[in-house]
Protein backbone atom coordinates (compact mmCIF):
# COMPACT_ATOMS: atom_id res chain seq x y z
CA UNK A 1 0.00 0.00 0.00
CA UNK A 2 1.05 3.06 -1.10
CA UNK A 3 1.14 5.89 2.04
CA UNK A 4 1.91 9.81 2.14
CA UNK A 5 2.11 10.81 5.81
CA UNK A 6 4.71 13.03 7.44
CA UNK A 7 7.24 11.45 9.13
CA UNK A 8 10.07 12.20 12.24
CA UNK A 9 12.92 10.63 11.74
CA UNK A 10 14.12 8.41 15.37
CA UNK A 11 16.77 6.56 14.16
CA UNK A 12 19.26 5.87 11.16
CA UNK A 13 21.79 2.79 11.49
CA UNK A 14 24.03 1.76 8.92
CA UNK A 15 23.71 -1.75 7.16
CA UNK A 16 26.54 -3.35 5.49
CA UNK A 17 28.57 -0.69 3.46
CA UNK A 18 26.09 0.74 1.53
CA UNK A 19 22.80 0.91 3.14
CA UNK A 20 20.66 2.37 6.00
CA UNK A 21 17.60 1.08 8.33
CA UNK A 22 15.43 3.79 9.21
CA UNK A 23 13.10 4.44 12.13
CA UNK A 24 10.71 6.64 11.91
CA UNK A 25 7.37 8.42 13.71
CA UNK A 26 4.87 8.53 10.87
CA UNK A 27 1.75 10.45 11.75
CA UNK A 28 -0.19 7.67 9.90
CA UNK A 29 0.91 4.88 11.09
CA UNK A 30 3.44 4.96 14.36
CA UNK A 31 6.70 3.55 14.57
CA UNK A 32 7.43 1.96 11.06
CA UNK A 33 11.07 0.67 10.01
CA UNK A 34 12.20 1.17 6.59
CA UNK A 35 15.51 -0.14 4.30
CA UNK A 36 17.41 2.62 2.01
CA UNK A 37 19.39 0.59 -0.10
CA UNK A 38 22.72 2.54 -1.23
CA UNK A 39 22.49 5.31 0.75
CA UNK A 40 26.05 6.40 0.51
CA UNK A 41 26.38 5.77 -3.18
CA UNK A 42 25.12 8.20 -6.13
CA UNK A 43 24.51 12.00 -5.83
CA UNK A 44 20.67 11.83 -5.01
CA UNK A 45 20.99 8.21 -2.85
CA UNK A 46 23.63 10.85 -0.48
CA UNK A 47 21.35 14.01 -0.82
CA UNK A 48 18.69 11.59 1.10
CA UNK A 49 21.15 10.06 3.57
CA UNK A 50 21.17 13.98 4.90
CA UNK A 51 17.58 13.74 5.34
CA UNK A 52 17.64 11.16 7.99
CA UNK A 53 19.62 13.10 11.05
CA UNK A 54 18.13 12.45 14.02
CA UNK A 55 14.26 14.16 14.72
CA UNK A 56 14.27 15.61 11.09
CA UNK A 57 10.90 15.93 9.86
CA UNK A 58 10.16 14.90 6.97
CA UNK A 59 7.36 14.41 4.04
CA UNK A 60 7.23 10.55 2.27
CA UNK A 61 6.17 8.67 0.44
CA UNK A 62 6.21 4.77 1.10
CA UNK A 63 4.91 1.39 0.61
CA UNK A 64 3.99 -0.65 3.92
CA UNK A 65 3.19 -4.08 3.59
CA UNK A 66 2.52 -3.94 7.35
CA UNK A 67 3.83 -7.51 7.78
CA UNK A 68 6.56 -6.61 10.54
CA UNK A 69 9.10 -6.35 7.91
CA UNK A 70 11.39 -3.89 6.35
CA UNK A 71 9.50 -1.06 4.22
CA UNK A 72 10.14 0.99 1.81
CA UNK A 73 10.26 4.90 0.48
CA UNK A 74 9.22 6.00 -2.76
CA UNK A 75 9.76 9.62 -2.17
CA UNK A 76 11.06 11.68 0.81
CA UNK A 77 11.47 15.54 1.14
CA UNK A 78 12.77 17.35 4.57
CA UNK A 79 9.83 19.66 5.81
CA UNK A 80 10.61 22.55 8.67
CA UNK A 81 14.18 22.41 7.95
CA UNK A 82 16.08 23.36 11.26
CA UNK A 83 18.13 26.34 11.48
CA UNK A 84 19.61 26.50 14.75
CA UNK A 85 19.63 22.91 15.72
CA UNK A 86 22.65 21.92 13.54
CA UNK A 87 24.73 25.18 14.85
CA UNK A 88 23.96 24.86 18.62
CA UNK A 89 25.67 21.70 20.88
CA UNK A 90 23.05 22.53 23.18
CA UNK A 91 20.58 21.87 20.95
CA UNK A 92 22.13 19.22 19.12
CA UNK A 93 22.86 17.53 22.08
CA UNK A 94 18.88 17.47 23.13
CA UNK A 95 18.00 16.16 20.41
CA UNK A 96 20.45 12.91 20.23
CA UNK A 97 19.19 12.36 23.74
CA UNK A 98 15.75 12.60 22.72
CA UNK A 99 15.85 10.44 19.79
CA UNK A 100 18.19 8.34 21.42
CA UNK A 101 15.17 8.00 24.30
CA UNK A 102 11.74 7.44 21.45
CA UNK A 103 14.30 5.05 20.35
CA UNK A 104 14.05 2.37 23.80
CA UNK A 105 10.79 3.51 24.44
CA UNK A 106 8.44 3.54 21.68
CA UNK A 107 7.18 0.00 20.52
CA UNK A 108 5.61 -0.70 17.44
CA UNK A 109 1.85 -0.61 18.49
CA UNK A 110 0.24 1.23 15.63
CA UNK A 111 -0.54 5.11 15.31
CA UNK A 112 0.31 7.40 17.68
CA UNK A 113 -1.52 10.85 16.10
CA UNK A 114 -1.43 12.94 19.34
CA UNK A 115 2.69 11.75 20.49
CA UNK A 116 3.59 12.38 16.93
CA UNK A 117 1.80 16.19 16.92
CA UNK A 118 3.48 17.15 20.18
CA UNK A 119 6.77 16.01 19.06
CA UNK A 120 6.26 18.26 15.66
CA UNK A 121 5.13 21.50 17.79
CA UNK A 122 8.13 20.87 20.46
CA UNK A 123 10.96 20.47 17.75
CA UNK A 124 10.32 23.48 15.74
CA UNK A 125 9.73 25.47 19.60
CA UNK A 126 13.81 24.35 20.03
CA UNK A 127 14.39 25.20 16.57
CA UNK A 128 12.90 28.91 17.60
CA UNK A 129 14.40 29.34 20.92
CA UNK A 130 17.84 30.64 22.26
CA UNK A 131 16.69 29.48 26.37
CA UNK A 132 16.65 25.53 26.17
CA UNK A 133 17.82 24.80 29.53
CA UNK A 134 14.88 22.97 30.94
CA UNK A 135 13.37 21.48 27.09
CA UNK A 136 15.13 17.92 27.43
CA UNK A 137 12.91 17.92 30.77
CA UNK A 138 9.52 19.07 29.79
CA UNK A 139 9.46 17.02 27.04
CA UNK A 140 10.53 13.45 28.24
CA UNK A 141 7.49 14.57 31.13
CA UNK A 142 5.64 15.43 28.19
CA UNK A 143 6.22 12.10 26.16
CA UNK A 144 4.95 9.91 29.28
CA UNK A 145 1.43 11.77 28.57
CA UNK A 146 1.63 9.81 25.14
CA UNK A 147 2.77 6.23 25.98
CA UNK A 148 0.27 6.04 29.07
CA UNK A 149 2.29 6.38 32.59
CA UNK A 150 2.29 9.91 33.11
CA UNK A 151 2.39 10.60 36.84
CA UNK A 152 -0.66 11.39 38.35
CA UNK A 153 -1.97 15.19 39.54
CA UNK A 154 -2.95 14.25 42.98
CA UNK A 155 0.22 16.67 44.07
CA UNK A 156 -0.67 17.63 47.53
CA UNK A 157 0.77 14.29 49.00
CA UNK A 158 4.63 14.70 49.78
CA UNK A 159 6.28 11.67 48.04
CA UNK A 160 6.43 10.53 44.14
CA UNK A 161 5.77 6.81 44.00
CA UNK A 162 8.27 5.74 40.83
CA UNK A 163 6.88 2.92 40.46
CA UNK A 164 3.24 3.78 40.61
CA UNK A 165 3.35 7.40 39.29
CA UNK A 166 1.20 8.65 41.56
CA UNK A 167 1.51 10.79 44.60
CA UNK A 168 1.83 9.18 48.46
CA UNK A 169 1.38 9.99 52.03
CA UNK A 170 4.17 8.21 52.90
CA UNK A 171 7.72 7.26 51.66
CA UNK A 172 9.09 4.05 50.33
CA UNK A 173 12.40 2.32 49.12
CA UNK A 174 10.66 3.54 45.09
CA UNK A 175 9.15 7.19 46.23
CA UNK A 176 11.42 10.13 45.64
CA UNK A 177 12.60 12.13 48.60
CA UNK A 178 10.69 15.08 49.84
CA UNK A 179 13.32 17.39 48.28
CA UNK A 180 13.14 15.42 45.28
CA UNK A 181 8.84 15.63 45.35
CA UNK A 182 8.82 19.16 45.62
CA UNK A 183 11.20 19.22 42.57
CA UNK A 184 8.98 17.00 40.62
CA UNK A 185 5.88 18.67 41.32
CA UNK A 186 7.70 22.53 39.94
CA UNK A 187 8.65 20.74 36.48
CA UNK A 188 5.18 18.68 35.93
CA UNK A 189 3.84 22.58 36.35
CA UNK A 190 6.53 24.03 33.65
CA UNK A 191 5.79 24.89 29.91
CA UNK A 192 8.57 25.61 27.56
CA UNK A 193 8.27 29.16 27.56
CA UNK A 194 8.42 29.37 31.15
CA UNK A 195 11.34 31.04 32.82
CA UNK A 196 14.60 28.93 31.90
CA UNK A 197 16.54 29.63 35.52
CA UNK A 198 13.93 28.19 37.42
CA UNK A 199 15.98 25.57 38.32
CA UNK A 200 19.88 25.02 38.82
CA UNK A 201 22.21 23.28 37.17
CA UNK A 202 22.37 20.42 39.65
CA UNK A 203 18.62 20.37 40.52
CA UNK A 204 18.25 19.60 36.49
CA UNK A 205 20.91 16.82 36.99
CA UNK A 206 18.91 15.58 39.65
CA UNK A 207 16.13 15.75 37.92
CA UNK A 208 16.81 14.17 34.93
CA UNK A 209 17.95 11.20 36.80
CA UNK A 210 14.26 10.95 38.11
CA UNK A 211 12.86 10.95 35.01
CA UNK A 212 15.63 8.65 33.30
CA UNK A 213 14.79 6.24 36.66
CA UNK A 214 11.18 7.14 36.03
CA UNK A 215 11.15 5.48 32.02
CA UNK A 216 13.05 2.76 33.44
CA UNK A 217 10.45 1.37 35.38
CA UNK A 218 7.57 2.36 33.48
CA UNK A 219 8.56 0.85 29.82
CA UNK A 220 9.84 -2.45 29.68
CA UNK A 221 13.49 -2.96 28.78
CA UNK A 222 13.76 0.71 28.37
CA UNK A 223 17.81 1.11 27.99
CA UNK A 224 19.50 3.75 29.58
CA UNK A 225 20.31 6.60 26.59
CA UNK A 226 24.44 5.89 25.88
CA UNK A 227 24.15 9.84 25.03
CA UNK A 228 22.76 10.75 28.61
CA UNK A 229 26.75 11.16 30.27
CA UNK A 230 27.71 14.11 27.33
CA UNK A 231 23.79 15.37 27.89
CA UNK A 232 24.77 15.57 31.64
CA UNK A 233 28.33 17.76 30.69
CA UNK A 234 26.57 20.01 28.53
CA UNK A 235 24.55 20.72 31.01
CA UNK A 236 26.62 20.91 33.76
Not at 1 to 23: D, F, H, P, R
Not at 68 to 93: H, M, W
Not at 215 to 234: A, C, H, Q, R
Request: hydrophobic share 40%; aromatic share 12%; glycine share 2%.
Amino acid sequence: MLIKTKAIVISALKYQEKSLIVKCLTFSDGLKTYFVNNAFSGKKNQQKNAFFQPLNQLEIEAYHKNKGTLERFKELKLVNPYQTISADIFKTTIVLFLSEVLHNAIKEEGKNEELFTFLEAALTWLDHHEEVSNFHLITLIQISKYLGFYPEQDSEKPYFELTEGVFSEYSSLSSLSLEETQLFKKLLQLKFDDNQKVFSANQRQILLKILIDYYTLNIDGFKKPKSLDVLKEVFN
